[in-house]
């Protein structure tokens, strides 16, 4: 089984950045690609980033692409989020998600896709 534990949450002003981080443990997934997700209060989880095993492939949903960079530690079974030029509708909870891919190339996927998750770590941005 695989856990993941998100941290780097919090409380941000509009405009500045946070870094998320989101360790795991259990079996190993370096094989496996890793995403990103997020979800305001009343609105559906939505594809964020995902990035492959490798890490050489990256992809990012279009209301984040140029301020966001998501990277992984494969040998630390770690995923990060950079968050620049952070804006108000970037509030939310994020998850990591481990992936059911092991393709080297991604792209968007949905929730229905990944395997495991954690608990989210809370982003506000206020304005």
């Known amino acids: 089984q695989v856990q993941l534990v998100e941290s780097g949450g919090g409380l941000v002003q509009a405009g500045g950045s946070l870094r998320l981080s989101c360790a795991g443990s259990g079996r190993p997934f370096s094989n496996l690609a890793m995403d990103w997700f997020r979800q305001a209060p009343g609105k559906e989880r939505e594809f964020v980033a995902a990035?492959?095993?490798?890490?050489?492939?990256?992809a990012y949903a279009d209301s984040v692409k140029g301020r966001f960079t998501i990277s992984r530690d494969s040998a630390k079974n770690a995923v990060y989020l950079q968050m620049n030029i952070l804006k108000p509708e970037d509030t939310a909870v994020y998850y990591c998600a481990v992936d059911r891919l092991s393709a080297l190339v991604v792209r968007k996927r949905s929730p229905n896709d990944m395997a495991y998750w954690g608990a989210g770590t809370l982003v506000t941005v206020s304005s």
């Open positions: 990035i492959s095993g490798t890490g050489g492939s990256t």
